[in-house]
């Protein structure tokens, strides 16, 4: 948790510096007044470098992925809730009194 | 819908309560979000939370669930003076509360007063026509007198008007497998697996019920729900894996002379016969040689 949000604020970092790099470079571009063309290699690869970090961070930080097979122990399903709306009273554990020292107290 | 996480963790949970370690709210709760039915469980140690004012005062709110719990629980267990002392102090703190005073039928139920019991709900049913769970109290109230006949009754009049609750459809097929009323169980358990296709379960109570039925074509079908049941739990439930391998050699036997598809359904069959063998060795080793020669003989005579 605390690697993935470090990779995560480093990955927004290095955006900000492409960011800040390629408006650098525009303003050198005016200076010498030639055409912009396309980023400059540096910035391409930040940006593809920043892009990963982020997207490591927003898979690894939020949670554990949670399984959707449904042949899988947090998913497989052993047994059906007993049907309790349609419970009766009038089985034979009332032949079978449980113990007798039970009592509500207050 | 309880799953296997869930199950290892109520396991551990009731290990750990009736030893003595604690957690018993815990428990409850687990119990009660489950749908359990662990009417003694609950009753003694909900009786002992309950019996201690520091930890009662420390649900807050969630005491009064509690009560309800145990109150059910006691009258599960015949333990009918403690289910009328907690309504007691239910029906102090809610007068005139409608689920107090179905607490108070069910006590009458109990105790076998079924005309009063019956009284009761329909002046319920009087003042509120679609409530779902007097009309069900009245579906167990028939049942629980031995008059399933009259049970199924009331249980096709409220499906007639309340036709997505699979909990009354789940009841009504295993009252008419009961019966071995096979034919309109199958139907009953076709519309819960429309409701819930992803449940095994249902799926193998149909194949079961059709396996039961007989014929060519009911076999052949339950085989195919066998194998789904097989598909959606990967292969871990046992009963399906026999489910297979009985029906493949019913259907063998009933087709014998006519041997066409043989090939397909004898790989079929000893896949699951492996799968069997590796959970017996791995869990049962010293009932491994009699199931072997089980399915053995299965093989053989198909």
């Not at chain 2, 004012?53 to 009064?64: A, F, N, Q, V, Y």
């Not at chain 2, 029906?247 to 090939?263: F, H, N, P, V, Y």
Request: charged share 25%; hydrophobic share 40%.
């Amino acid at each position: 948790m605390g690697l993935g949000f470090a990779i995560g604020v480093f990955g927004v970092l290095i955006l900000f510096h492409a960011a800040y790099a390629t408006i650098q470079y525009r303003g050198l571009l005016k200076i010498t007044e030639e055409e912009f063309s396309g980023p400059p290699m540096n910035v391409v690869a930040e940006l593809l470098l920043g892009l990963f970090f982020c997207m490591w961070a927003a898979l690894a930080v939020p949670g554990k992925f949670l399984s959707i097979h449904p042949d899988s122990e947090e998913n497989r399903i052993v047994s059906l809730p007993a049907n309790l709306d349609f419970m009766i009273f009038n089985h034979r554990g009332k032949v079978f009194p449980g113990q007798m020292d039970l009592k509500l107290r207050h | 819908m309880v799953t296997k996480t869930e199950d290892n963790q109520l396991n551990r949970l009731e290990n750990q309560v009736d030893n003595g370690g604690g957690e018993a709210w815990e428990y409850l709760c687990l119990v009660r979000k489950l749908k359990l039915r662990r009417s003694e469980k609950v009753l003694r140690h909900g009786l002992s939370i309950l019996n201690d004012p520091k930890k009662r005062s420390s649900l807050g709110p969630d005491e009064w669930t509690l009560y309800e719990q145990v109150v059910v629980a006691a009258m599960d267990c015949q333990h009918l003076d403690v289910a009328k002392d907690c309504i007691k102090v239910l029906q102090k703190r809610f007068p005139e509360s409608k689920r107090v005073g179905r607490l108070e039928a069910m006590l009458l139920e109990a105790k076998g007063l079924w005309d009063e019991a019956e009284k009761a709900y329909t002046s319920f049913l009087e003042d509120n026509p679609v409530d779902q769970i007097i009309h069900k109290r009245r579906v167990a109230m028939a049942k629980a007198q031995g008059n399933i006949s009259g049970a199924i009754e009331r249980l096709n009049k409220y499906l007639e008007i309340f036709m997505a609750d699979h909990d009354a459809w789940r009841e009504l097929a295993e009252l008419y497998v009961s019966l071995q009323m096979y034919k309109q169980a199958a139907f009953c358990y076709e519309e819960l697996i429309i409701s819930q296709p992803t449940l095994p379960l249902f799926h193998l109570a149909y194949a079961d019920v059709l396996y039961t039925l007989g014929g060519l074509e009911n076999l052949q079908t339950a085989k195919k729900y066998y194998a789904s049941t097989i598909d959606l739990t990967g292969g871990k439930n046992t009963r399906a894996l026999f489910g297979i391998c009985l029906c493949t050699s019913a259907i063998s036997q009933l087709t014998k002379g006519k041997s066409k598809e043989d090939k397909d359904k004898s790989q079929v069959q000893s896949l699951a016969v492996k799968v069997l063998e590796k959970d017996y060795k791995q869990r049962a080793p010293d009932k491994l040689p009699q199931v072997t020669t089980a399915l053995k003989g299965l093989t053989l005579s198909s």
